[in-house]
Protein backbone atom coordinates (compact mmCIF):
# COMPACT_ATOMS: atom_id res chain seq x y z
CA UNK A 1 0.00 0.00 0.00
CA UNK A 2 2.87 2.41 0.73
CA UNK A 3 4.85 1.34 -2.36
CA UNK A 4 4.75 4.34 -5.06
CA UNK A 5 5.57 3.51 -8.67
CA UNK A 6 8.15 6.36 -9.93
CA UNK A 7 8.12 7.95 -13.04
CA UNK A 8 11.02 9.68 -13.84
CA UNK A 9 11.11 11.03 -17.51
CA UNK A 10 9.35 14.68 -17.40
CA UNK A 11 8.68 14.55 -20.80
CA UNK A 12 5.91 11.86 -20.49
CA UNK A 13 4.28 14.06 -17.24
CA UNK A 14 3.99 16.96 -18.93
CA UNK A 15 2.11 15.50 -21.84
CA UNK A 16 -0.26 13.31 -20.01
CA UNK A 17 -1.05 16.39 -17.31
CA UNK A 18 -1.36 18.33 -20.71
CA UNK A 19 -4.07 15.69 -22.05
CA UNK A 20 -5.78 15.67 -18.94
CA UNK A 21 -7.62 19.15 -20.04
CA UNK A 22 -6.03 20.94 -17.25
CA UNK A 23 -6.68 23.84 -14.90
CA UNK A 24 -6.46 27.42 -14.29
CA UNK A 25 -3.65 29.14 -15.44
CA UNK A 26 -1.59 25.71 -15.06
CA UNK A 27 2.12 25.83 -15.30
CA UNK A 28 4.97 23.37 -16.11
CA UNK A 29 6.68 21.52 -13.35
CA UNK A 30 8.92 19.21 -12.36
CA UNK A 31 6.12 17.42 -10.61
CA UNK A 32 7.14 13.22 -9.25
CA UNK A 33 3.98 11.29 -10.61
CA UNK A 34 3.82 8.57 -7.89
CA UNK A 35 0.97 6.43 -9.63
CA UNK A 36 -1.01 6.40 -12.61
CA UNK A 37 -3.96 4.46 -13.08
CA UNK A 38 -5.94 5.01 -16.84
CA UNK A 39 -6.48 8.68 -16.05
CA UNK A 40 -6.52 8.97 -12.39
CA UNK A 41 -3.24 10.19 -10.76
CA UNK A 42 -1.39 11.18 -7.75
CA UNK A 43 1.73 13.22 -8.34
CA UNK A 44 3.66 15.19 -5.34
CA UNK A 45 5.84 18.43 -5.30
CA UNK A 46 8.24 20.26 -3.09
CA UNK A 47 6.92 23.01 -1.63
CA UNK A 48 9.23 24.93 0.32
CA UNK A 49 10.21 24.30 4.24
CA UNK A 50 8.27 25.15 8.04
CA UNK A 51 9.64 28.02 10.17
CA UNK A 52 11.08 24.42 11.80
CA UNK A 53 12.84 23.71 8.73
CA UNK A 54 10.11 20.94 7.84
CA UNK A 55 9.85 19.86 4.69
CA UNK A 56 6.32 20.31 3.35
CA UNK A 57 4.87 18.81 -0.04
CA UNK A 58 2.09 18.65 -2.10
CA UNK A 59 0.14 16.15 -3.23
CA UNK A 60 -2.05 16.48 -6.51
CA UNK A 61 -5.01 13.92 -7.19
CA UNK A 62 -6.60 13.93 -10.72
CA UNK A 63 -9.45 11.72 -11.30
CA UNK A 64 -10.53 10.29 -15.30
CA UNK A 65 -12.49 13.28 -15.78
CA UNK A 66 -9.63 15.54 -15.23
CA UNK A 67 -10.77 17.40 -11.74
CA UNK A 68 -7.79 18.44 -9.93
CA UNK A 69 -7.25 19.05 -6.19
CA UNK A 70 -4.10 19.60 -4.52
CA UNK A 71 -3.35 19.18 -0.49
CA UNK A 72 -0.26 20.08 1.25
CA UNK A 73 1.26 18.19 4.22
CA UNK A 74 1.64 21.70 6.37
CA UNK A 75 -2.14 21.62 7.47
CA UNK A 76 -3.28 18.86 5.71
CA UNK A 77 -4.49 22.21 3.43
CA UNK A 78 -6.38 22.21 -0.06
CA UNK A 79 -4.39 24.94 -2.06
CA UNK A 80 -6.32 24.05 -4.96
CA UNK A 81 -9.83 22.18 -5.89
CA UNK A 82 -11.27 22.66 -9.61
CA UNK A 83 -14.99 21.84 -10.35
CA UNK A 84 -16.62 21.89 -13.82
CA UNK A 85 -18.76 25.47 -15.06
CA UNK A 86 -21.57 24.32 -17.71
CA UNK A 87 -19.72 25.12 -20.64
CA UNK A 88 -16.81 22.15 -19.17
CA UNK A 89 -14.42 23.94 -18.20
CA UNK A 90 -12.46 23.53 -14.96
CA UNK A 91 -11.40 26.08 -12.64
CA UNK A 92 -9.95 26.45 -9.03
CA UNK A 93 -12.74 27.17 -6.80
CA UNK A 94 -10.86 27.42 -3.74
CA UNK A 95 -9.25 30.41 -1.87
CA UNK A 96 -5.38 29.96 -0.67
CA UNK A 97 -2.21 31.11 -1.77
CA UNK A 98 0.31 31.28 -3.91
CA UNK A 99 3.10 31.02 -1.68
CA UNK A 100 3.97 28.74 1.69
CA UNK A 101 4.92 31.87 3.61
CA UNK A 102 1.46 32.97 3.04
CA UNK A 103 0.11 30.52 5.39
CA UNK A 104 2.16 31.09 7.80
CA UNK A 105 0.85 34.58 8.27
CA UNK A 106 -1.37 36.10 10.61
CA UNK A 107 -4.00 37.05 7.98
CA UNK A 108 -4.18 33.77 6.98
CA UNK A 109 -7.93 32.71 8.01
CA UNK A 110 -7.68 28.73 7.89
CA UNK A 111 -7.72 28.61 4.23
CA UNK A 112 -8.80 24.80 3.21
CA UNK A 113 -7.57 23.61 6.53
CA UNK A 114 -7.86 20.55 8.73
CA UNK A 115 -9.39 21.76 12.14
CA UNK A 116 -8.46 20.18 15.55
CA UNK A 117 -8.30 19.52 18.14
CA UNK A 118 -11.39 21.15 18.66
CA UNK A 119 -12.95 22.57 15.70
CA UNK A 120 -15.07 26.07 16.37
CA UNK A 121 -14.93 28.04 20.17
CA UNK A 122 -14.33 26.84 23.44
CA UNK A 123 -15.79 29.36 25.75
CA UNK A 124 -12.87 31.14 28.20
CA UNK A 125 -10.63 28.71 26.93
CA UNK A 126 -11.92 25.75 29.78
CA UNK A 127 -13.61 22.86 30.08
CA UNK A 128 -14.19 19.78 32.46
CA UNK A 129 -14.15 16.35 32.23
CA UNK A 130 -15.00 13.74 34.78
CA UNK A 131 -14.61 17.23 37.87
CA UNK A 132 -10.92 17.89 36.59
CA UNK A 133 -10.88 21.39 34.42
CA UNK A 134 -8.76 21.51 31.91
CA UNK A 135 -7.23 25.58 30.83
CA UNK A 136 -6.60 25.69 26.76
CA UNK A 137 -4.19 27.88 25.13
CA UNK A 138 -4.67 30.86 24.65
CA UNK A 139 -5.02 30.89 28.34
CA UNK A 140 -8.28 33.00 29.51
CA UNK A 141 -9.76 33.88 26.21
CA UNK A 142 -11.96 31.72 23.89
CA UNK A 143 -10.36 29.25 21.79
CA UNK A 144 -10.54 28.98 18.46
CA UNK A 145 -10.05 26.09 16.14
CA UNK A 146 -7.46 24.46 18.26
CA UNK A 147 -5.18 26.50 19.80
CA UNK A 148 -2.33 28.84 19.20
CA UNK A 149 -0.62 25.80 17.29
CA UNK A 150 -3.69 23.43 15.97
CA UNK A 151 -3.87 20.83 13.57
CA UNK A 152 -3.99 23.68 10.99
CA UNK A 153 -0.22 24.59 11.96
CA UNK A 154 2.04 21.06 11.39
CA UNK A 155 3.32 19.06 9.14
CA UNK A 156 1.24 15.87 8.96
CA UNK A 157 2.40 13.05 7.68
CA UNK A 158 1.44 10.95 4.48
CA UNK A 159 1.05 7.28 5.54
CA UNK A 160 -0.23 6.60 1.61
CA UNK A 161 -0.40 7.77 -1.69
CA UNK A 162 -2.06 5.51 -4.14
CA UNK A 163 -4.62 5.00 -6.59
CA UNK A 164 -7.11 1.92 -5.28
CA UNK A 165 -9.47 0.67 -7.83
CA UNK A 166 -9.24 4.11 -10.12
CA UNK A 167 -9.19 6.44 -6.96
CA UNK A 168 -6.93 8.53 -6.01
CA UNK A 169 -6.50 8.47 -2.11
CA UNK A 170 -4.35 10.32 0.44
CA UNK A 171 -3.84 9.40 3.87
CA UNK A 172 -2.40 11.76 6.48
CA UNK A 173 -1.80 11.21 10.32
CA UNK A 174 -1.33 13.31 12.79
CA UNK A 175 -0.16 12.80 16.91
CA UNK A 176 -0.97 15.57 19.10
CA UNK A 177 0.33 14.82 22.30
CA UNK A 178 -0.68 14.56 25.59
CA UNK A 179 -1.26 18.35 26.74
CA UNK A 180 -0.78 19.83 23.38
CA UNK A 181 -3.09 23.18 23.55
CA UNK A 182 -4.20 22.10 26.63
CA UNK A 183 -6.05 19.02 25.88
CA UNK A 184 -5.76 16.00 27.63
CA UNK A 185 -4.30 12.53 26.09
CA UNK A 186 -2.25 11.80 22.91
CA UNK A 187 -4.90 11.84 19.89
CA UNK A 188 -3.61 10.02 16.94
CA UNK A 189 -5.98 11.31 14.14
CA UNK A 190 -5.46 10.06 10.30
CA UNK A 191 -7.74 11.95 8.03
CA UNK A 192 -8.20 10.36 4.10
CA UNK A 193 -8.43 12.57 1.11
CA UNK A 194 -10.64 10.49 -1.70
CA UNK A 195 -10.98 11.78 -5.22
CA UNK A 196 -13.48 9.55 -7.13
CA UNK A 197 -14.65 9.56 -10.77
CA UNK A 198 -17.93 11.38 -10.05
CA UNK A 199 -16.14 14.66 -8.79
CA UNK A 200 -16.67 14.11 -5.28
CA UNK A 201 -13.56 14.70 -2.88
CA UNK A 202 -14.63 12.43 0.37
CA UNK A 203 -12.66 13.41 3.78
CA UNK A 204 -12.66 10.61 6.40
CA UNK A 205 -11.57 11.78 10.08
CA UNK A 206 -10.59 9.03 12.41
CA UNK A 207 -8.85 9.56 15.62
CA UNK A 208 -7.84 7.03 18.84
CA UNK A 209 -6.91 8.47 22.31
CA UNK A 210 -5.20 6.90 25.54
CA UNK A 211 -6.91 8.94 28.11
CA UNK A 212 -10.27 10.55 27.55
CA UNK A 213 -10.43 14.01 25.92
CA UNK A 214 -12.26 16.11 23.52
CA UNK A 215 -12.23 16.45 19.39
CA UNK A 216 -14.12 17.68 16.69
CA UNK A 217 -12.22 17.82 13.59
CA UNK A 218 -13.08 19.65 10.64
CA UNK A 219 -12.05 21.37 6.64
CA UNK A 220 -12.09 24.83 6.33
CA UNK A 221 -12.02 25.48 2.62
CA UNK A 222 -13.10 28.67 1.04
CA UNK A 223 -15.06 27.67 -1.63
CA UNK A 224 -16.37 30.66 -4.47
CA UNK A 225 -17.70 28.72 -7.10
CA UNK A 226 -17.11 31.40 -9.87
CA UNK A 227 -13.72 30.88 -9.73
CA UNK A 228 -13.11 34.27 -9.18
CA UNK A 229 -11.89 35.62 -6.15
CA UNK A 230 -12.52 39.09 -6.99
CA UNK A 231 -16.00 38.88 -6.82
CA UNK A 232 -18.29 38.07 -3.55
CA UNK A 233 -20.57 34.86 -3.19
CA UNK A 234 -23.75 36.98 -2.44
CA UNK A 235 -25.28 35.65 -5.57
CA UNK A 236 -24.61 32.51 -4.73
CA UNK A 237 -27.69 30.29 -3.77
CA UNK A 238 -27.30 28.04 -0.64
CA UNK A 239 -29.51 25.20 1.01
CA UNK A 240 -29.20 24.02 4.12
CA UNK A 241 -31.15 21.43 5.41
CA UNK A 242 -31.93 22.48 9.18
CA UNK A 243 -34.71 23.56 11.23
CA UNK A 244 -32.83 25.50 13.95
CA UNK A 245 -29.59 27.02 14.87
CA UNK A 246 -27.28 28.02 17.63
CA UNK A 247 -27.54 31.97 18.59
CA UNK A 248 -24.37 33.63 19.85
CA UNK A 249 -23.66 36.13 22.33
CA UNK A 250 -20.30 37.34 22.97
CA UNK A 251 -17.45 36.16 21.88
CA UNK A 252 -19.41 34.05 19.26
CA UNK A 253 -19.96 31.54 21.95
CA UNK A 254 -23.52 29.81 21.86
CA UNK A 255 -26.12 30.47 24.36
CA UNK A 256 -27.26 27.29 24.56
CA UNK A 257 -30.43 27.72 22.77
CA UNK A 258 -31.99 25.86 19.49
CA UNK A 259 -33.47 28.66 18.16
CA UNK A 260 -35.74 27.72 14.81
CA UNK A 261 -34.60 29.07 11.73
CA UNK A 262 -38.22 29.34 10.47
CA UNK A 263 -39.18 33.42 9.78
CA UNK A 264 -35.23 34.45 9.93
CA UNK A 265 -32.55 34.99 7.86
CA UNK A 266 -31.05 31.65 8.86
CA UNK A 267 -33.96 29.83 7.20
CA UNK A 268 -31.96 28.10 4.05
CA UNK A 269 -34.33 24.73 3.85
CA UNK A 270 -35.22 26.23 0.33
CA UNK A 271 -32.15 27.58 -1.97
CA UNK A 272 -31.94 31.46 -1.86
CA UNK A 273 -29.31 33.60 -2.30
CA UNK A 274 -26.68 34.57 0.12
CA UNK A 275 -27.26 38.31 -0.77
CA UNK A 276 -30.75 38.29 0.59
CA UNK A 277 -31.34 38.63 4.22
CA UNK A 278 -27.47 38.94 4.94
CA UNK A 279 -27.67 42.48 6.07
CA UNK A 280 -31.33 42.26 7.25
CA UNK A 281 -32.06 43.61 10.64
CA UNK A 282 -31.57 40.60 12.97
CA UNK A 283 -29.65 40.77 16.20
CA UNK A 284 -27.51 37.55 15.25
CA UNK A 285 -26.70 38.92 12.17
CA UNK A 286 -25.24 42.35 13.73
CA UNK A 287 -23.46 40.23 15.91
CA UNK A 288 -21.63 38.60 13.22
CA UNK A 289 -21.55 40.90 9.97
CA UNK A 290 -23.13 38.44 8.29
CA UNK A 291 -23.28 34.70 8.62
CA UNK A 292 -21.17 32.96 10.82
CA UNK A 293 -23.21 30.12 12.70
CA UNK A 294 -23.42 26.53 13.61
CA UNK A 295 -26.94 25.05 11.84
CA UNK A 296 -28.77 22.12 13.98
CA UNK A 297 -28.59 19.26 11.01
CA UNK A 298 -32.01 17.37 10.36
CA UNK A 299 -31.67 13.90 10.07
CA UNK A 300 -28.66 13.42 12.66
CA UNK A 301 -29.53 9.61 12.53
CA UNK A 302 -28.96 8.64 8.97
CA UNK A 303 -25.36 8.67 8.83
CA UNK A 304 -23.91 10.26 5.56
CA UNK A 305 -26.59 12.22 3.90
CA UNK A 306 -27.11 15.77 1.63
CA UNK A 307 -27.22 18.69 4.51
CA UNK A 308 -26.24 21.69 2.08
CA UNK A 309 -26.37 22.81 -1.58
CA UNK A 310 -24.51 25.67 -3.16
CA UNK A 311 -25.39 26.86 -6.62
CA UNK A 312 -23.82 29.93 -9.19
CA UNK A 313 -26.25 30.71 -11.60
CA UNK A 314 -23.77 32.38 -14.20
CA UNK A 315 -20.94 29.55 -14.14
CA UNK A 316 -23.47 26.63 -13.31
CA UNK A 317 -21.66 25.21 -10.83
CA UNK A 318 -23.32 22.89 -8.63
CA UNK A 319 -21.78 21.60 -4.86
CA UNK A 320 -23.54 19.43 -2.82
CA UNK A 321 -21.98 18.66 1.31
CA UNK A 322 -23.03 15.49 2.68
CA UNK A 323 -22.18 14.56 6.15
CA UNK A 324 -22.51 12.26 9.43
CA UNK A 325 -22.19 15.44 11.60
CA UNK A 326 -24.73 17.20 13.70
CA UNK A 327 -23.78 20.90 12.93
CA UNK A 328 -22.91 22.63 9.89
CA UNK A 329 -20.83 25.93 10.09
CA UNK A 330 -22.41 28.27 7.79
CA UNK A 331 -19.48 31.22 7.34
CA UNK A 332 -19.60 34.03 4.57
CA UNK A 333 -16.05 35.36 4.92
CA UNK A 334 -17.08 38.11 6.74
CA UNK A 335 -13.41 39.58 7.59
CA UNK A 336 -11.77 39.16 4.41
CA UNK A 337 -10.28 42.22 3.11
CA UNK A 338 -7.79 43.24 0.50
CA UNK A 339 -5.23 42.82 3.25
CA UNK A 340 -5.77 38.65 1.93
CA UNK A 341 -3.62 38.38 -1.06
CA UNK A 342 -4.90 36.23 -3.59
CA UNK A 343 -3.91 33.41 -5.90
CA UNK A 344 -2.59 34.72 -9.00
CA UNK A 345 -2.49 38.20 -7.68
CA UNK A 346 -4.73 40.55 -6.54
CA UNK A 347 -6.20 40.53 -3.24
CA UNK A 348 -9.22 38.99 -1.73
CA UNK A 349 -12.84 40.58 -0.95
CA UNK A 350 -15.62 40.74 1.93
CA UNK A 351 -17.83 37.75 1.39
CA UNK A 352 -15.83 36.75 -0.76
CA UNK A 353 -16.27 32.60 -0.23
CA UNK A 354 -18.33 30.16 1.58
CA UNK A 355 -17.43 27.47 4.39
CA UNK A 356 -19.32 24.72 4.83
CA UNK A 357 -17.63 23.24 8.44
CA UNK A 358 -19.28 20.24 9.29
CA UNK A 359 -18.90 19.72 12.59
CA UNK A 360 -19.94 18.91 16.09
CA UNK A 361 -21.52 22.09 17.93
CA UNK A 362 -19.08 24.96 19.47
CA UNK A 363 -18.38 24.71 22.73
CA UNK A 364 -19.95 21.68 23.19
CA UNK A 365 -18.12 20.97 25.66
CA UNK A 366 -19.45 23.03 28.04
CA UNK A 367 -22.75 22.95 26.82
CA UNK A 368 -24.62 19.93 28.08
CA UNK A 369 -27.71 20.06 26.21
CA UNK A 370 -25.36 19.62 22.81
CA UNK A 371 -23.96 16.29 21.12
CA UNK A 372 -21.21 15.43 23.47
CA UNK A 373 -17.74 15.60 21.43
CA UNK A 374 -15.95 13.25 24.43
CA UNK A 375 -13.53 10.48 23.33
CA UNK A 376 -12.45 7.57 25.68
CA UNK A 377 -10.13 5.28 25.47
CA UNK A 378 -10.99 2.23 23.34
CA UNK A 379 -13.39 4.68 21.29
CA UNK A 380 -12.75 5.51 17.74
CA UNK A 381 -13.58 8.89 16.07
CA UNK A 382 -15.17 8.16 13.05
CA UNK A 383 -17.08 10.87 10.94
CA UNK A 384 -17.39 11.94 7.22
CA UNK A 385 -17.99 14.67 4.81
CA UNK A 386 -17.87 14.95 1.18
CA UNK A 387 -17.94 17.69 -1.36
CA UNK A 388 -19.77 16.53 -4.64
CA UNK A 389 -19.13 18.83 -7.85
CA UNK A 390 -21.55 19.28 -10.77
CA UNK A 391 -22.94 21.85 -13.25
CA UNK A 392 -26.34 22.67 -14.36
Known amino acids: MNQFKLITNSFLIFSFVFTLGACKDQKKNTNEVIEKKEMSTIEKKGFGVTKNDEKVEIYILTNDNGMRVEIMTYGGIITSLTALDKN ?28 GRYGNRIANGKFSLDNKEYTLTPIGKTQLHGGTIGFDKVVWTVLSAEVVDGIATLKLKYLSKDGEEGYPGNLESIVTYTLDNEDAITIHYEATTDKKTVVNLTQHSYFNLSGDYSQNILDHEVMIDADAYTPVAGKFIPTGELAPVEGTPFDFRIAKAVGKDIDAEHDQIKISGGYDHNWVLNNQDKGNRLVATAYHPTSGRFMEVFSTEPGVQFYTANFLNKNTPAKGGGAHVKRGALCFETQHYPDSPNQSNFPSTTLDVGEKYDTTTTYKFSSK
Do not use: H, K
Open 88 to 115: GTYEDIVLGFDSLENYFESYNPYFGALI
